[in-house]
């Protein structure tokens, strides 16, 4: 059984910052990309941000320069440090990873709650 714990989220004003993690555990063999997504309310869930196993990122446009996405992979863990937040970027954010064990497929996280707001 694998499982994908997130923390870090909360309620920040516009201009602050926010880190969130994300842990990996259970039956990990290896775990390759890993990645940030959310989903604001009425909108669907988009990719935020992505990490290979060997540490090339990706980033969706609009976060580009305030959001940082990292991972260590002797711990199984995965961040994203946001700054300069404003309020487009409230939503849930979910951790999402490629992980093999038994099996490989995708895992996802429960997901944690950013706010934006003054």
């Known amino acids: 059984q694998v499982q994908l714990v997130e923390s870090g989220g909360g309620l920040v004003q516009p201009g602050g910052s926010l880190r969130l993690s994300c842990a990996a555990s259970g039956n990990i063999y290896a775990i390759n990309v890993m990645g940030w997504y959310r989903q604001a309310p009425g909108k669907q869930r988009e990719l935020v941000a992505t990490i290979s196993r060997g540490g090339v990122t990706n980033y969706v446009d609009s976060v580009k320069g305030r959001f940082t996405i990292s991972r260590d992979n002797a711990k199984n863990t995965l961040d994203l440090q946001m700054d300069s937040l404003k309020p487009e970027d409230a939503a849930v954010y979910y951790c999402?990873?490629?992980?093999?064990?038994?099996?490989?497929?995708?895992?996802w996280g429960q997901g944690t709650q950013v706010t934006v707001s003054s």
């Open positions: 999402n990873a490629e992980i093999s064990g038994w099996t490989t497929r995708y895992y």
